[in-house]
């Protein structure tokens, strides 16, 4: 089994368990229910740098990066680098995030911030509104047409943007709805864990143009963000490269302000 199937299947245990603890009857009385959330796809269109800072402990394919920041020091870092957007990892087992971070991520800055999770069930989507959240990740990979449509559009419902993750034609093909916002191009593949960005070269001209194109993972150097921007990337997610470092919203700052 990949590691991908074997996250997911961990994934469904564990949102079944959720949904016996806290019902989607008490998410929908959370306060932050009523937010009217930030657009991430507008942030990236005015952007000229499009950055999106991911808070990220650790990796399936790195193990640590870091353990040792607090959440809040991160989210005001990254804002205060001139981040355009926060991305934050919630799943637990894999990647030692969880929704705790995801509500002081909020409280923290005023940044969009993503929800980074592998989303197999509505009630995940609800959770992510709940805490603070304003866009949610769909993985194409891990999800049939007709999960993409249905999780999209009550997405759009509850008013979060919807960005959709490729990393193939294959995922392309089940992407061009109207209820997705922004397409990513995640150039590591999370079968494999290889990284190239050659994938967001190859795939960007078959993205059409309504949708906001972002490019994931493996970047590392400001000359990577500048050899993309000419494919028409408006965004970049960034987690590894300002993590492993002693201070994530420095690196962010030196780094942004070379682009
Ligand atoms: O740390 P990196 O290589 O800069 O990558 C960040 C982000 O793209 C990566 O964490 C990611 C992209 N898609 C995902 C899906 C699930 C978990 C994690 C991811």
Redesign the pocket.
Known sequence: MNILLR?VADKRQEVNLRKSVVPSSQLERAELVNRTPFSLANRLRESTTGI?A?H?RR?P??NV?NHSFAVCEVAKGYENAGASAL?V?T?AK??GGSLDDLIVARASCSLPILR???IIDTYQILEAKAYGADAI?L?AAILTPEEILQFSTFAKQLGLDVLL?IHNTDDLKKSLLPSIDII?V???D?KTFT?SLETSKTLSSLIPEEFVKIS?????SVAAVKSLQPYGFKGF???????KTDNAGQSAKAFINQL
């Open positions: 996250i999106i991911e990220k990796s394919s790195k990066i991305s990892l799943d894999y990647f980074k999770e592998f990740l993985i993750e990513g995640n150039n590591r999370l990284v994931e993972s493996g970047i590392s997610l960034i987690g590894e490269h300002f993590m």
